[in-house]
């Protein structure tokens, strides 16, 4: 059956319509559309108050001890555990005539403190002493350790800080005008509380473990 010309011409029509519209749609999907962005989530550090380490006004450790594997541990380390600060602290002067300062316990279950009398860290474990570092730092005054124990920050009477890093041996200055430190769980990032004479320049800051980075979290005012 031939079509006649007139219906010819309305099918032309119609496919050309057809045509047209979906060359538009290419154009549009090919030039104008929007392609949706990935949503990225900012990963924030969590700092659980100021201070998190635990120790109180003496260095004392303070606070939840880490868990490590019992079976693991010589009954020598099973002992150390089962003790109080107050206990390790007694033992270890004791035995080594040492004045124990800042006693802390790293996410290895090993205990870390800061001699008193010489100036230097040890780690004790297995009623042995270990020295961390030769460096000797005199008259320390507070103690903010990280939770894996590898970095500290010092604080002395004269409102100098410092960070060390055990792994590196590495010493960094931090601005005298921070005080009250503590480590987020990474050991990457400090909390403190900056103390000025000036009311209006007193904040709850963060910063990465070195000092920089700075990011001013909370106004204390006077």
């Known amino acids: 059956m031939e079509l006649n010309p007139r219906t010819k011409k309305i099918i032309i029509i119609l496919i050309f319509i057809i045509l047209v519209i979906i060359l538009a749609y ?18 924030q550090v969590q ?8 120790n109180d006004e003496n260095g004392q450790l303070i606070g939840n001890e880490n868990t490590t594997n019992s079976e693991s541990l010589t009954n020598q380390e ?17 035995t080594s005539g040492q004045k124990v300062f800042g006693l802390t316990r790293n996410n290895t279950g090993q205990l870390q403190y800061y001699d008193q ?4 860290f040890y780690k004790y474990f297995s009623g042995q002493k270990v020295l961390m570092s030769d460096k000797i730092f005199h008259n320390v005054e507070q103690i903010a350790w990280s939770h894996n124990g590898q970095r500290a920050v ?8 410092i960070v060390y890093d055990f792994i590196r041996q590495k010493q960094i200055t931090l601005p005298p005008e921070m005080t009250g430190f503590s480590f987020d769980s990474t050991g990457e990032k400090i909390a403190a509380k900056v103390i000025t ?16 980075g700075i990011f001013f979290v909370e106004h204390l005012g006077d």
């Open 26 to 43: 290419l154009m549009y999907l090919l030039f104008f559309q929007v392609t949706p962005e990935a949503v990225v989530i900012n990963e």
């Open 47 to 54: 700092i659980n108050g100021l201070p998190t380490i635990g």
């Open 78 to 94: 099973k002992t150390d555990k089962q003790k109080q600060p107050e206990a390790i602290v007694e033992t270890i002067d004791a």
């Open 117 to 120: 009398n010489n100036g230097q």
């Open 154 to 161: 010092l604080e002395y009477p004269d409102g100098a800080n």
């Open 197 to 212: 004479d000036f009311p209006d320049n007193n904040w709850i800051v963060t910063a990465n473990y070195d000092g920089s």
